[in-house]
């Protein structure tokens, strides 16, 4: 199925919207279509809260940026403009065990060399010897061009939620 990027955004924004709390953005000044948080929190405790045995905090913003033309300068620059913001927005302290920030392209072409960029990006950062964990950093590209979804190593994982959401034969079927 070939898909418009509002319309493909559309289903990323509806399929999100169970598990993440998804921030819609109408800046025309920036492409960033939508910011989706989110939190877990797990604990283990013996017979009162007060004995707690260890507790882990993971988090997780991905952002859906609209891009029509994909190149290797708006790549860099929404690249770390994703993860400076991201940043700001992690609870790193005793107990955090993890985040993910991930800026998923959404675009009509992607150049080869931006591709290439996106694919090679390792972005990781631990927080006192990862004693209060780490940021990892997934990125993802969605060529609607093409129908091709690209994603760095870390971000594997994404590509193929993307692949289900947006291209998967059941999913198709029941929107009919």
Not at 54 to 74: G, K, N, Q, V
Not at 102 to 110: A, E, I, L, Q, R
């Amino acid at each position: 199925m070939q898909y418009t990027r509002e319309a493909a955004l559309a289903r990323l924004i509806k399929s999100f919207e169970t598990y993440y709390n998804v921030h819609r953005f109408d800046d025309e000044q920036i492409p960033i279509t939508a910011r989706c948080d989110f939190f877990e929190h797990s604990q283990k405790y013996v017979i009162s809260r007060k004995a707690e045995l260890w507790s882990a905090d993971c988090e997780e913003f991905l952002y859906l940026l609209d891009i029509p033309h994909l190149t290797l300068p708006l790549y860099e620059k929404w690249r770390d403009h994703v993860r400076e913001d991201g940043m700001g927005r992690l609870h790193v302290g005793p107990g955090h065990m993890y985040s993910f920030i991930t800026p998923v392209f959404v675009c009509d072409h992607c150049d080869e060399d931006a591709r290439k960029a996106l694919k090679r990006c390792r972005i990781y950062k631990s927080f006192h010897f990862s004693l209060h964990g780490w940021m990892d950093f997934h990125t993802a590209v969605v060529d609607l061009g093409r129908s091709r979804i690209d994603a760095n190593r870390s971000g594997h994982t994404t590509a193929k939620i993307l692949k289900k959401v947006l291209y998967s034969q059941t999913n198709n079927r029941r929107e009919s």
